[in-house]
């Protein structure tokens, strides 16, 4: 059975979608952007801010789950341009360790609110 999961220390969705959902030994959550859970605003700061927001909306709902970075198997990284990689890479590196989760890069032409970077994961929390 599916469970949902929601914190107010990340943003609400912005449609008909959980932050996550944990079916069985996995969590699924959703794709975050840079949103300021305080606000409801986009952080301004460029890439390397919005990437940090995005990362802490990550924390707090793997927090609200019961789990960390360390338990991620997959992220999906969506960038609206590709010469942000390099920045993007470095900032979610030092949420990390080894053995590092699997990953999807991928350049996408527009996301949610105009915003520069998201990313999605998956939690195994055996």
């Known amino acids: 059975m ?25 969590i699924y959550v959703s794709g975050q952007i840079g ?49 942000d990689f390099a920045t993007v890479n470095d900032i979610y590196g030092a949420y990390l360790s080894e053995p590092y989760p699997s990953r999807a890069t991928v350049e996408v032409s527009r996301l949610p609110k105009n915003v520069l970077v998201e990313m999605d994961a998956v939690v195994y929390t055996k």
């Open 35 to 83: 949103i300021d859970p305080a606000t409801a605003d986009v952080v301004e700061g460029g890439i390397e801010n919005q990437t940090e927001q995005v990362l802490k909306n990550l924390q707090a709902i793997f927090t609200e789950a019961g789990t960390d970075f360390s338990q991620v198997v997959k992220f999906t990284i969506y960038l609206s341009s590709m010469d």
């Open 2 to 26: 599916a469970k949902g999961i929601h914190t107010d220390n990340a943003p609400a969705a912005l449609g008909p979608y959980s932050q996550a959902i944990q079916a069985g030994d996995f």
